[in-house]
């Protein structure tokens, strides 16, 4: 049962301007010049105050139960606002542009959280830069990225799950600030990057809550003989945690 679904388009393959996209038991391909699904990011006028003060209203983007394959030439698979994006008991496979120089290879982006869930969900990735979000977390499933990295701007939680993540250029798994957890006794991650600059697994900058905490079975390469691990905080206390 479920709906079946083919797109080809010039533009976004799937495209709300104002709120959400919501996906629930869905097969299909979508095939897009563009951005494949996007939730646009909208303001509104605040009634409490004078027209000049404007309030973010949330676009989200959630995959349930579904099988849904996404090429796109010339943007994101998927794109949303501070809503986030949630993947759950889905299989997601995503090609993107490797134009990096444009932006242009994203698997996912949010300026909201990514959370990827279910221990039926299959998420691979094979673009330009992968999965970018405010906060990343995975909770489950499989995560399979290609030439790009995982980045959490605020935080990367990974507690469950089979990940394989490898860059070309960059870190494989980075937060700027934030803290990087990677947790749980059936968790496995392995994180490789051809980079000479960076870390394979990396803090970028030390947060008031940085640091790289592992608690899990993981595997971090750099074949370009940079480090494994490089983890940064605030003040006194380590770097880097082992649970």
């Known amino acids: 049962g479920g709906l079946s679904l083919s797109v080809d388009s010039e533009r976004a393959g799937i495209f709300s301007e104002k709120g959400y996209f919501k996906a629930e038991n869905i097969t299909g391909q979508i095939r897009s010049n563009n951005i494949g699904i996007v939730a646009q990011t909208y303001y509104v006028v605040n009634p409490d105050t004078d027209d000049e003060d404007y309030v973010d209203v949330p676009s989200w983007i959630e995959l349930t139960d579904s099988d849904i394959s996404i090429s796109s030439a010339h943007g ?18 995503i090609k993107t542009s490797r134009d990096i120089d444009n ?5 996912m982006y949010s300026n909201g959280t990514v959370t990827i869930k279910g221990d039926m969900t ?20 499989k995560v399979d990225t290609e030439d790009n990295s995982l980045y959490g701007w605020k935080g990367v939680s990974i507690s469950g ?24 006794k059936d968790t496995k991650v392995k994180a490789v990057s051809d980079s000479a600059e960076y870390a394979s697994v990396r ?41």
Do not use: Q, W
């Open 103 to 107: 932006d242009e290879g994203y698997g």
């Open 76 to 93: 994101a698979g998927l794109h949303c606002g501070t809503g986030g994006i949630t993947v759950s008991d889905s299989t997601l496979d």
């Open 203 to 243: 803090v970028v900058r030390a947060g008031n809550d940085s640091g790289i905490f592992l608690d899990a079975y993981v595997t971090a390469v750099n074949t370009a003989g940079n480090k494994p691990f490089e983890g940064k905080v605030k003040g006194e206390g380590p770097s880097i945690t082992l649970g």
């Open 161 to 184: 799950g089979e990940i394989n993540v490898h860059s070309v250029l960059y870190s494989a798994i980075a937060t700027n600030n934030g803290r990087l957890e990677i947790t749980g």
């Open 122 to 141: 299959d998420v691979t990735v094979d673009g330009g830069i992968g999965i970018d979000a405010d906060r990343l977390n995975v909770e489950g499933g």
